[in-house]
């Protein structure tokens, strides 16, 4: 085996990425302390993940930009632009039918 008695001191995060990732824990940090409850942390793709109500919250408040939706066979795909990072959310477009669209069953 090979041994070195020479300590490099190793540079795992370039300025351009340790930037970036400062931004992105800056943003994850806000959205918590507005007690936004994070569902998913991405740091290599610039997302988080939140809830729908959360989402729908941020775009009312206007504390978001670049707002885009995207519908899907079984939900909506949501995302916006929160200080740099991108927050996406999902809601699924089942939703419960009426209680006065019931009718009772005949046997």
Request: aromatic share 8%; hydrophobic share 35%.
């Amino acid at each position: 085996m090979l041994a070195s008695n020479s300590r490099i001191q190793l540079k795992v995060l370039n300025q351009s990425l340790a930037d970036r990732l400062r931004v992105f824990n800056t943003a994850a940090r806000a959205l918590q302390a507005q007690g936004i409850r994070i569902q998913g942390f991405y740091p290599a793709e610039n997302i988080l993940v939140i809830s729908p109500e959360s989402g729908q919250g941020l775009v009312k408040q206007g504390h978001s930009t670049g707002y885009t939706r995207h519908k899907t066979a079984g939900s909506t795909h949501f995302s916006v632009l929160f200080q740099g990072v991108t927050l996406k959310w999902r809601e699924s477009i089942s939703a419960s039918r009426p209680s006065e669209w019931s009718r009772p069953t005949l046997h």
